[in-house]
């Protein structure tokens, strides 16, 4: 599926992740705690943890009574597993 569009990416003059570059980004992020649950990008052989900036505007698109309602199902289920 990727292969068939690769093209779309190299007709715009944007980098291809290779497998190194993602397999970089997996290894990182398993053996980091820091990283652990995180979302990352990869992208022109770099990656970046964008958890941070969702985290700081969560309120802005979630909405703060869904941003309330999903920590207390976070802070419960934490209960149960933890």
């Given at each position: 599926m990727i292969a068939g569009h690769a093209h779309l990416f190299r007709d715009a003059g944007l980098p291809l992740q290779t497998a190194d570059d993602v397999a970089a980004t997996v290894l990182q992020a398993a053996t980091n705690p820091k990283l652990h649950g995180a979302a990352v990008f990869v992208g022109g052989g770099k990656n970046i943890d964008v958890e941070q900036g969702f985290s700081a505007t969560e309120s802005q698109w979630l909405g703060t009574y869904i941003q309330d309602l999903m920590?207390?199902?976070a802070e419960a289920f934490?209960?149960?597993?933890c």
């Open positions: 920590a207390k199902q934490e209960a149960q597993v």
